[in-house]
RNA sequence: GGCUCGGUAGCUCAGCUGGUUAGAGCGUGGGAUUCAUAACCCCAAGGUCGGGAGUUCAAGUCUCCCCCGAGCCA
């Protein structure tokens, strides 16, 4: 079966931010995640770039619309690369087979008979893209969101019957695992039982955006054409468009991530959408929650906005990823503070687990031929680190699969934590100055690099880079989580398996696999 | 105004269906050690679990009221 998962597309108003590079850098965590176990992942990314708001910024810019979106939706693309996100597809809403999509979409939706025109009159906020209902003064009212002024309008436009579709939301929304995390599923009960209102797909004089068909003068509303972007993003490249062979290109989605902003419209419109045309419904929709710096929403004004770019460039991946998965509960609010970040990365990353490594690794070299002691006792499950690997990949398996991010990471650094503690306790720099102890100093550091062995491979959906680090630093082939799918028991999970470490192995010479993080001055 | 979600050690948070001296990591202080990226390991201090009332043999954990924060809807 294949497992579809997607960021949201992001709308192209302006480059990358934190929030968009977090969202995605979960997504890519899952997927690697899951293609470890065997799973066929398809990775959904990409952008949405149609509506007032873009054509206006483009205007502003200078730009056509297309030109800007090439530019903004380039940067995307690019930074994700730049953060090694494994996505599989990189849907752009603006690419022409989307159109398609759309269109015979649209068709289904009209011929069940959820097309109706209706007039809208009413305050519209462009950069929500929604009318507000009834502004408190109407003289000069402004959206409470963007703090800009709302425009008046009143058109005829083309709705969809959303109120057809009351019964089967309110089920789906209060099915158990649908809305996630499970706090968030309350006020969306909420709102659909208040009475779900047909809402309106077509905008007139809007030209940028796809034309409705057979209604001339009408383009279809941003959201409507946006969230068809997931489905397009399936198809088969130079085959027609044929939205019921999706079903074997990988729909329904398994999973959305998304910001809770916007849990609604993959919630309730999605859904209902879907059932009009007659496709399957994705399985979850998991709302996360948003960052803030220093105990501050980010944001121009403020001038506090914490750059991907830089980021990426000045702490690296592993140490931005361990931060934002190991430290926010995935769906709360996070606060992003920089002492905590350096304090973290350093003290997990460098010297628990790195630290680890080097130490033990520099002890074997050293008394055993600068390879791999013999494993001895070691070698047995019974063994104490032994045991601990086993439970903590378990634990590591339950977490991640219910994206229990913080879980995990915790259970991978208790690991570290407790190999470092054994080492300790049994002292080999000790052992080792008595006569005919040797051969105990191997085994104890046998258990403590297969150990750290089992942390890499554990870290590999996390932290790639660094799980590959680990391993190279132990002789051992990296582990794939990007590729094609394998038959279980996958490599990775072969690997986990104790005693996997073949006594012998020639080491490399220790090098620190995670550079400490020294930040001057704010980032 | 209605609703939702939070309010647990300096910080970020765990605490399942109520039950021994309320936990973890970071930070702070002390000790031990030298294999290692001044790293690792051990110990300690620090909480009237937002406030009040109630139910109960027993409440951080249930009920009600209030206060504070975030959000959704008006």
Redesign the pocket.
Known sequence: MLYTLTTPLYYVNDRPHLGSTYTTLACDAIARFQRLNGQEVILITGCDEHGLKIMRTAEAAGLTPQAHCDAISERYRDLWQRWQISNDRFIRTSDPRHHQVVEQFFARVEASGDVVEGRQQGWYCVACEEFK??PHESDDPECPIHRRPLEWRDEVNLFFRLSRYQKQIEELVAREGFIAPA?RR??VE??VA?GLKDFSISRVDLPWGIPVPGHSGHTFYVWFDALLGYLSALLEPGAPVDLDALVQRGWPAQLHVIGK?ILRFHAVFWPAMLLSAGLELPRTVFGHGFLTREGQKMGKSLGNVLDPELLLERCGRDAVRWYLLR?I?FG????F?QQ?FS??VN?DL???I??LL??TS??ARKWFDGAVPPSGEAALTSHSLALAAATAAERFQVAMATLDFRTASETVLQLA?GA??Y??ENAP??RMKTAGEEGRVGEDLYAVLETSRWVALLLAPLLPDLSSRLLDQLAQEPIDSTGDPHSTPTPWQLALHWGGLNPGLLLPEPM?????LELDGPL
């Open positions: 209902d009834d706090s309350r006020e909420n709102f208040g902003d430290d509960p709360d609010d996070g606060d503070q905590r304090d973290l003290n460098a010297n628990t790195g630290n080097n130490r520099s002890m934590i470092n503690g080492l300790n720099w000790k620190p696999v995670m550079q400490r």
